[in-house]
């Protein structure tokens, strides 16, 4: 799979549950970081964490990352018609040194009102 | 604050013409960056600017890409001859702090590129 790579792919909920999205990469990171990009608009960050850092809270969005299976999750609580997007987590890559973002290719979520 | 501009939104052509794109970033920052987005995939960075000088142009096709940003400020990407496989959003980010990455970067709304 590709550094940074959701699942799953899409996700379809009812407004009020919660939505849980999965991501996995392959190289060592500094951070992670996951963004929102609504239908035919661009990306907006929602959340960084470090990887020293095991879990992150900010409003309805919870984020965990676990460096030893290379792996990160983003919930979002009680959720919201107006939160149907694509969300993609993005990684920079220290083994390479590179800094710039290599995003994954997203979770489809739509929230049935 | 004013966001990533970008021109245009839309644009169709034909395959071995010639576009291209514009992008002003947010006021103040360093680093400006251009991505390709292939309709259900992620971003895939293009060329990475700090300033007026090229940090990372790694997965940017050469022969057919280019992009310059001589003033540190607002930037052009250009495709020339354009193909069919080039057909994707073009999308520009901006971030304050350069050769870091634990910055947020700000997007623009994208430039949707259509080659027939």
């Known amino acids: 799979s590709q550094q940074g790579e959701e699942d799953p792919q899409a996700l379809s909920i009812q407004e009020g549950e919660n939505a849980t999205m999965n991501c996995s990469y392959k190289?060592?990171?500094?951070?992670l970081q996951w963004y929102r990009q609504n239908s035919g608009r661009g990306l907006v960050h929602l959340i960084l964490?470090?990887?020293?850092?095991r879990e992150k809270h900010s409003g309805r969005l919870r984020v965990t990352l676990d460096t030893s299976k290379k792996s990160s999750s983003l919930l979002i609580t009680a959720s919201r018609a107006a939160d149907t997007a694509s969300y993609f987590c993005?990684?920079?890559?220290?083994?390479?040194?590179?800094?710039?973002?290599?995003f994954g290719s997203g979770t489809r979520l739509q929230v049935q009102p | 604050e004013a966001g990533v501009a970008q021109s245009p939104r839309y644009k169709i052509i034909e395959k071995r013409q010639s576009v291209a794109f514009w992008c002003n970033p947010i006021?103040?920052?360093?680093?400006l960056y251009w991505y390709q987005q292939i309709l259900g995939q992620g971003p895939k960075l293009l060329i990475q600017?700090?300033?007026?000088?090229?940090?990372?142009d790694s997965q940017l096709p050469k022969d057919r890409f280019s992009a310059e940003r001589l003033k540190g400020v607002d930037s052009t990407l250009k495709i020339q001859p354009a193909k069919l496989e080039d057909s994707a959003v073009y999308l520009c980010?901006?971030?304050?702090?350069?050769?870091?990455?634990?910055?947020?970067?700000?997007f623009g709304p994208g430039t949707r590129l259509t080659v027939l």
């Open positions: 980010a901006s971030s304050f702090l350069a050769g870091v990455s634990y910055n947020e970067q700000f």
């Open positions: 190289t060592s990171i500094n951070n």
């Open positions: 964490i470090r990887s020293n850092e």
């Open positions: 993005a990684t920079d890559n220290v083994d390479t040194g590179r800094r710039a973002l290599t």
């Open positions: 006021s103040g920052h360093a680093t």
């Open positions: 600017f700090q300033n007026n000088g090229v940090v990372d």
